[in-house]
């Protein structure tokens, strides 16, 4: 049987899976690199670690594995995205690669907006507002910032496509990853002429976009050695981390939406069409499945909030874990069981690091509102997993607003990991949720895109049907979804009250 092996180049590290043909992880290996923050708010790493990292946990995985090199049918990539990585003309790094947690750019996002004729003319032609951690507002910073650099700048790569070229000598890219660019054309799956003629940006020096299955390239005879593979090994396209990752959940169907809650909490939904909303609340990329799309919703403290917590206030549990040799989280999910549904009029705002979607707004902050004398620890607790998941929720509800059918909700991450929390999101969701059995993420979903397109399959959806099935349900409970119901629209209106008071904050704290 064929293996094929998924490559994940992540912020933290790299991670290689080496998959069957059927699904079946063989192994799985990864190796760590650093970031570096040369300025406040600045992220950058150096592209040579990420592929002393592809050979490192390649090779480890490929031995563990026991396999033969010659058995690897194809290869597949995903990664972090929107990083920027500019390559001269004799194809050597210029400056390290400006990451999509970089926080830089503030003036060029503006500065796309005016160009573009406006946010909403932008949103029309790439189907995204301008944000900082975007690629093509770091290419413009370079442009003002480090003309000399701009000038030398050649080639324009995402992480995972640096290694590809790597790998193969190619400038290539596919159609998920390269939409977190704002550069391409989401609906025509193709680079927006328009919007690089008012940036006046070169269009030669962006790679060539292929859909996700697509093979871009084959391994060369000089990588080939440094992976200790075979030459020749076909390499597909692949995505961007979440696409991967929404492979690797098995969602690439219509009515499929997965929901992960794990320190930041991602509601990524399947769609045929393509799904754009007007406020740029949330955003719309092409799916790594053929001619489809995807919407997708960010929380940026979801599970953080109860991270926090755990950091913060919950020292006796966390002493009493390491007594009892066990996870500190089940001794604190434990004792928020103990308050009632809606914690007797608590509610907790998970703003603690701003929010993406839906307020878009890093002015946000965290807050627990309505306490009382009633309330103790676990009402603490429970209302700070109900304020995360009602943030879910307000993603859920963009979706749905966007027509975009909501027919199997599947839970990932920490926060599915608890069976008290899976029931909450059922009930805060008002939706029956899912669990399944894989649990590898993007490069998992890289392996699969690789498998199809090897022909081992005849298209992705296929290959997710013969990898992956459902292991459990859990039913929304009446009464907790009626509590539910009646709370939500509080919880949202609590921040629309308070966003005038957030603004005042920073003001404050700018000042003091
Ligand atoms: P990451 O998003 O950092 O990759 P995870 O998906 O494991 O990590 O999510 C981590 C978060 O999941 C934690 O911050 C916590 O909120 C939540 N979590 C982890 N384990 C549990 C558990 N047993 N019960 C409840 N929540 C959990």
Wanted: hydrophobic share 40%.
């Amino acid at each position: 049987m064929a293996v094929f092996l998924g490559i994940d180049v992540g912020t933290s590290g790299t991670k290689t899976l080496v998959v069957q043909e059927d699904g079946a992880i063989l192994a799985s290996a990864s190796a760590e690199y650093p970031l570096s923050s040369p300025k406040p708010g600045w992220s950058e790493q150096n592209p040579a670690d990420w592929w002393e990292a592809v050979q490192n946990s390649v090779r480890k995985a490929v031995k563990s594995a026991k396999i033969k090199p010659a058995d690897v049918g194809a290869i597949g990539l995903t990664g972090q995205m929107h990083g920027s990585v500019f390559l001269d003309k004799q194809n050597q790094v210029i400056r390290p690669a400006i990451l999509w947690n970089d926080q830089r750019t503030a003036e060029e996002c503006a500065e796309i907006e005016k160009r573009a004729g406006g946010r909403s003319k932008l949103i029309e032609l790439v189907a995204n507002p301008a944000l900082t951690g975007f690629t093509a507002p770091k290419v413009l910073w370079l442009r003002k910032n480090e003309p000399k650099n701009y000038d030398r700048t050649a080639h324009l790569l995402l992480p995972k496509d640096y290694v590809r070229f790597c790998l193969t000598g190619e400038f290539a890219t596919d159609v998920s990853d390269a939409s977190g660019t704002l550069l391409l054309d989401v609906r025509k799956r193709q680079w927006c002429k328009p919007l690089l003629e008012k940036l006046d940006l070169k269009a030669g020096i962006l790679p060539t976009v292929f859909e996700s299955e697509e093979v871009t390239g084959k391994l060369t005879d000089a990588a080939a050695k440094a992976l200790g593979l075979a030459k020749g090994i076909p390499v597909v396209a692949g995505g961007g981390d979440q696409a991967a990752g929404a492979v690797g959940n098995g969602v690439v169907k219509r009515g499929i939406i997965s929901a992960t809650l794990g320190t930041s909490g991602v509601v990524f939904a399947h769609s045929d069409e393509v799904q754009i909303d007007p406020q740029g609340r949330v955003h719309t990329f092409c799916h790594a499945v053929r001619d489809k799309w995807h919407v997708m919703g960010v929380v940026l403290s979801a599970g953080g909030s109860l991270q926090w917590y755990r950091n913060q206030l919950a020292e006796a549990e966390v002493t009493a874990a390491k007594r009892l040799k066990t996870d500190p989280y089940s001794l604190i999910t434990e004792q928020a069981s103990e308050a009632p549904t809606g914690c007797e009029g608590l509610f907790f705002l998970p703003y603690l690091t701003g929010e993406r979607t839906p307020h878009a707004d890093p002015n946000a902050r965290g807050a627990w509102i309505g306490l009382s004398l009633r309330h103790g620890r676990a009402h603490l607790i429970r209302s700070v997993m109900e304020g995360a998941t009602y943030a879910m929720r307000d993603c859920l509800e963009i979706v749905n607003e966007l027509k975009i059918p909501i027919r199997e909700i599947r839970v990932s991450g920490g926060g599915a990991r608890s069976e008290f929390w899976r029931q909450m999101q059922a009930d805060i969701y008002g939706r029956r949720v899912m669990t399944i059995n894989a649990s590898e993420g993007p490069a998992y979903g890289a392996a699969l895109l690789a498998a199809a397109g090897a022909g081992a399959y005849k298209s992705v959806v296929e290959a997710c049907s013969a990898a992956i099935s459902l292991t459990g349900s859990t039913d929304p409970l009446a009464e907790a979804k009626r509590v539910y119901g009646k709370s939500y629209p509080v919880f949202q209106r609590l921040y629309r009250t308070l966003k005038p008071d957030f603004e005042e904050i920073a003001r404050l704290v700018k000042e003091i």
